[in-house]
């Protein structure tokens, strides 16, 4: 296999990725080889690629402090309407590459790393990724930064600096097992601690009601914190080695078992949409809120507003922005300070915390609703639970809420009670939520409910990841789709324009010969890069239904073995994710994909038509390799069970086309009536793909063929036809390239620009703006 034109090439002919002038490239040299000596304290005898790669990431940064410093000073002097995103996970996969990519500096460090004879794309490979998220939820709100930024608004980001983000995936024999992500082992160059500006945040204890108001005292504290990505104050940095293996459902106390203090901000639960009802997450939630208030609260005395106490606008200078339920106590803490501490009187508190406070919902799964025992909150956090009360008191003069008679507190109740807006993130989803799960509440107060469809940033999942398409669009369009994604409707004016259609090609061509080289170098698979590459990747979830897919495959698989001879269209279909530690069923989903893939991929009747692949420790960067190379797109969740998904966008942008679900057919006796579908489903159970152990899928097919919420049968023979057809529309590969333009042309409004503007105008009350911040050397106009 040849190598492919290398990134280092390609990124070359783009001029968005900035000028490497002789004078910047000479700087970013000097810059480097004085990180190399002075910070790291190494010279090139002793220097592994690690250090090269700290060496450019401190070269890089300067760049950002600069700016970072000014932006502050900028918005202290503008004192404009402030943001906070708060959020319990941020996804935010390597910041290398788009620091780089977003400061225009990427062309010039290049060739400065280049002339310096190391290697980009090895230097790059040495970033740990932030996993400090589980799926969407998290590489939304890490969109969101990207995003908020490039409007400049003046935003901020709270979560969490997990000491350890979402585990690493290991497939061993077949099985999923789970390692810890010690991903600041070798220190983070892209933060800055503020030992500083540590705050309190207590819990426990009991309240006080005295003649000068509510007191929360008997209280432990022990929990300090530091600035933006909170983080509990390590004193001692963990001394075992984190490398080792950690079995199933023991995997959190495994972590926590490390080092007995400071557990809070030690790991990120590894749940996707589904709730786990355990004290140190509850912690946690409350942690990001009170750490994240009092910091408001700072900056907002800090303000001229401040002084302005009687000024309407005062109540209007911050938006919080509530990233699922997750940081809901953001509400009763809001009423906590303003009653207790400021003194400020229910009805005015409740005023301003309506105001400010704005919730967005995730999911309609019922076991990802986030529902807290009360005597479990009445221990941990006594005032916050009076305040509930008492919210639930005054509220239920018109109706229920948020207690019930399982004494469990409703945090979606709570949210949208305490909050102006309520979104979902899609339009269907966001129509489900009004009919269905918020329906009363809707009812009551329709002025509440919006929509805030999602999106994604096209720096990262297009310009970053796809130097090469971004390329080919940048000729025919110029760049200012960068900024302003609906310009890529300008290219159905080439949808038949050979050309393109052949450049459309030859980048996906290139990209996928590239993922195949990099599967056999990391993984040691062999894949046929002539053959349709088809990704299913997004976290193992029954409701996604990886299950449907498994019958696809088998389903061609005996297709293929019954007709042998019959010109087959080859595919090589991978599926990747991980699935939550506890959670059996998704951990039995993975052990089937790879039993289908150790018979199909051995079977040489088959050859290279069809290879079953599952991609172990799916994740950011993995996605940023894979999607570019993506020539279908599987979206194939239960209708009304996925809120939006992002997934389907990055792929869309990148020149995949979907082979999606719009709805759920009924339920019925399908089993017998579809003779393949049967056929699977015996293999399945018969051990056919686990002769070793012919029952080890028993529970999945009683699953299936029982109790299937999520009704995989019902859609199966219409996925079938659907990927008939898909098929045969591979076999020309003019016609598919000519949809692959009309899908990318289409993408504009799934940039997440388009998301927050909308937030902002709708929910913020602000407005965006392109407005340059000065750069660090201007002054002020
Ligand atoms: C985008 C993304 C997701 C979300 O994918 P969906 O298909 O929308 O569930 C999950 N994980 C990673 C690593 C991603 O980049």
Request: charged share 25%.
């Amino acid at each position: 296999m040849s190598k492919p034109l290398s990134d280092h090439d390609k990124r070359k002919q783009i001029s968005v990725r900035g000028i490497a002038g002789v004078e910047n490239v000479a700087e970013l040299k000097v810059a480097f080889n004085r990180h190399f000596h002075f910070t790291l304290v190494k010279d090139r005898n002793v220097a592994n690629k690690r250090d090269y790669y700290f060496a450019l990431a401190n070269t890089v940064r300067d760049h950002l402090v600069g700016r970072w410093i000014r932006t502050q000073q900028y918005y202290y002097e503008k004192d404009p309407k402030r943001v906070y995103y708060i959020s319990l996970e941020f996804y935010m996969g390597r910041t290398l590459q788009n620091t780089m990519v977003n400061l225009a500096l990427e062309n010039a460090c290049d060739e400065a790393i280049y002339q310096l004879g190391l290697d980009m794309e090895e230097l790059e490979d040495m970033e740990e990724d932030a996993g400090l998220g589980n799926g969407g939820l998290g590489c939304l709100a890490a969109c969101f930064l990207d995003s908020m930024a490039s409007l400049g608004l003046a935003a901020y980001g709270y979560g969490i600096r997990y000491e350890f983000g979402i585990f690493n995936q290991k497939i061993v024999n077949g099985w999923q097992v789970e390692e810890a992500d010690d991903w600041l082992r070798y220190g983070n160059p892209w933060e800055k601690a503020r030992p500083e500006s540590m705050r309190p945040v207590k819990f426990y204890g009991r309240t006080e009601h005295t003649p000068d108001g509510v007191k929360w005292v008997d209280t432990q504290m022990g929990e300090k914190n530091k600035v933006l990505l909170w983080q509990l104050d390590a004193t001692n940095e963990p001394s075992m080695n984190m490398d080792s293996v950690i079995n199933v459902g023991g995997y959190i106390q495994a972590v926590l078992d490390r080092n007995l203090c400071e557990n809070i901000s030690r790991v990120l639960y590894p749940n996707d949409n589904f709730f786990e009802n355990k004290e140190l997450r509850l912690k946690q939630e409350y942690f990001v809120v009170a750490a994240t208030l009092q910091d408001i609260v700072r900056r907002f005395k800090a303000s001229m507003f401040w002084l302005q106490r009687d000024c309407p606008h005062r109540l209007r200078r911050v938006a919080i922005q509530l990233n699922d339920t997750h940081p809901a106590m953001a509400i009763p803490e809001l009423m906590r300070v303003l009653l207790d501490e400021e003194k400020l009187g229910w009805d005015k508190a409740w005023d301003v915390c309506v105001r400010t406070c704005a919730y967005t919902n995730h999911t309609v799964l019922p076991e990802a609703l986030e529902r807290w025992p009360i005597d479990l909150f009445h221990h941990l956090l006594p005032r916050h639970l009076e305040i509930i009360f008492e919210i639930n008191r005054r509220f239920m003069e018109v109706r229920e809420f948020p207690g019930d008679n399982d004494r469990l507190l409703n945090m979606a109740h709570l949210c949208i009670v305490g909050s102006h807006a309520v979104n979902g993130v899609a339009r269907i989803h966001s129509e489900i939520l009004i009919a269905t799960l918020f329906k009363d509440f809707y009812e009551l107060d329709p002025h509440k409910f919006q929509n805030k469809t999602n999106g994604i940033t096209p720096r990262r999942w297009l310009v970053m990841c796809n130097p090469g398409l971004a390329e080919v669009i940048a000729e025919k369009i110029g760049e200012e789709f960068i900024r302003d994604l609906d310009q890529l409707k300008r290219l159905l004016k080439f949808v038949n324009d050979d050309a393109f259609i052949r450049d459309i090609a030859k980048v996906k061509q290139e990209n996928k010969l590239k993922f195949a080289v990099h599967l056999e170098e990391h993984y040691k698979v062999k894949i046929n890069p002539q053959s349709m590459f088809d990704f299913q990747v997004k976290r193992i979830h029954e409701y996604k239904r990886q299950l449907l897919n498994c019958l696809h495959m088998i389903t061609y698989y005996n297709r293929i073995k019954k007709e042998p001879n019959k010109h087959w269209t080859p595919r090589t279909i991978m599926v990747g994710g991980k699935a939550a530690p506890g959670y059996h069923t998704a951990k039995m989903i993975i052990r089937l994909i790879t039993a289908i893939g150790e018979v199909v991929n051995h079977d040489p009747v088959v050859g290279d038509r069809l290879k079953v692949i599952f991609l172990e420790n799916y994740r950011v960067t993995l996605a940023e390799k894979a999607i570019p190379s993506a020539d279908l797109s599987e979206q194939i969740s239960t209708a009304g069970t996925e809120a939006s998904g992002t997934g389907n966008m990055k792929f869309m942008l990148n020149g995949a086309l979907t082979i999606g679900t719009m709805d759920g057919a009924n339920v019925e006796m399908y089993y017998n009536r579809i003779p393949e579908l049967k056929q699977a489903m015996d293999q399945i159970a018969g051990g056919f793909f686990s002769p070793k152990q012919p029952d080890l899928f028993k529970e999945l097919v009683d699953l299936l063929m029982h109790h299937d919420r999520f009704k995989v049968f019902a859609d199966y023979e219409a996925y079938i036809k659907c990927q008939d057809k898909v098929n045969q529309l591979y076999k020309n590969p003019k016609e598919w390239t000519k949809m692959v333009i009309h899908n990318i042309a289409g993408c504009g409004k799934f940039s997440s620009d388009r998301t927050i503007a909308q937030y902002a105008r709708e929910i913020w009350g602000i407005e965006p703006s392109l407005e340059k911040i000065p750069a660090p050397d201007e002054k002020l106009k």
